[in-house]
């Protein structure tokens, strides 16, 4: 999932952009992460070191900080080579700094603005269209829970399981889970080769998996949890 990032030393500020962002996400629906609302440069980074993400980051050009807005971005974009970076400044001038630190910006936001609430919603949009519907598409499912549609990474996934509810299935990603309505036959169908029907009530990644039971018919995934695979479909997966 895509994270977003934001950067900006003034609480006035940082509350409205954020607000701002959270409500975008929740009309448009979008599969996005508010993740981090900060005024401290030395968070985000280390917060991309720790999560290793692909973000959309709102820089403040001017922090009040040893570490202005470009030359944090010269530091994400390091760290993050697919993000999405754009400044908010009252100094549009200071955006040549950006070329010459590379930082390759999406866009540069005036606050004060009469646009400003649009040309954010539509940062979010194009960076959020872009990484899911541009280049970033195959490698993708997308999939209806209840009021949004989740973008599901396939390299993210470690099984696909039925649950307990009539047409109701999980998918387990190392990070987070979450259930839709819809059958294992139907999702197989979309997903790549690296996908294989181990049992009737799951799908695991083979690319996620650390060790096979083949004594207690159970596969350990990356992350410790554990899967099922039947008699009749341990050959395949053993092959």
């Given amino acids: ?8 030393d003034n609480s006035v500020h940082r509350t409205k952009l954020k607000q701002l962002v959270e409500n975008t996400i929740l009309r448009e629906k979008l599969d996005l992460d508010a993740a981090l609302c ?4 030395e968070e985000v980074i280390n917060y991309i070191e720790k999560k290793h993400i692909t973000g959309i980051y709102f820089l403040d050009v001017d922090l009040k900080n040893n570490m202005n807005g470009i030359r944090l971005g010269e530091q994400i974009r390091e760290l993050d080579s697919l993000g999405f970076i754009i400044f908010t400044t009252t100094h549009l001038e200071m955006s040549y700094l950006a070329f010459k630190y590379k930082v390759e910006a999406m866009d540069y936001v005036i606050k004060e603005d009469y646009d400003f609430k649009q040309r954010i919603e539509s940062c979010l949009l194009k960076a959020y269209n872009t990484y899911y519907k541009g280049n970033h598409k195959e490698g993708y499912i997308s999939i209806k829970e209840d009021t949004r ?6 390299c993210d996934i470690l099984f696909i399981e039925t649950t307990g509810v009539a047409h109701r299935i999980r998918v387990h990603e190392e990070n987070r889970q979450f259930e839709f309505y819809g059958n294992l036959k139907d999702i197989q169908k979309k997903l790549t080769s690296n996908f294989y029907r181990c049992h009737k009530s799951y799908i695991v990644n083979k690319d996620k998996i650390e060790e096979i039971d083949i004594k207690n018919n159970k596969i350990i995934m990356v992350n410790g949890e554990e899967c099922y695979v039947s008699f009749r479909y341990k050959g395949g997966l053993l092959s």
């Avoid at 999932?1 to 900006?8: D, N, S, T």
């Avoid at 549609?149 to 396939?154: A, G, S, T, V, Y």
């Fill in 149 to 154: 549609i989740i973008n599901i990474k396939l």
């Fill in 38 to 41: 900060t005024g401290e440069p």
């Fill in 1 to 8: 999932m895509l994270k977003v990032i934001i950067c900006e």
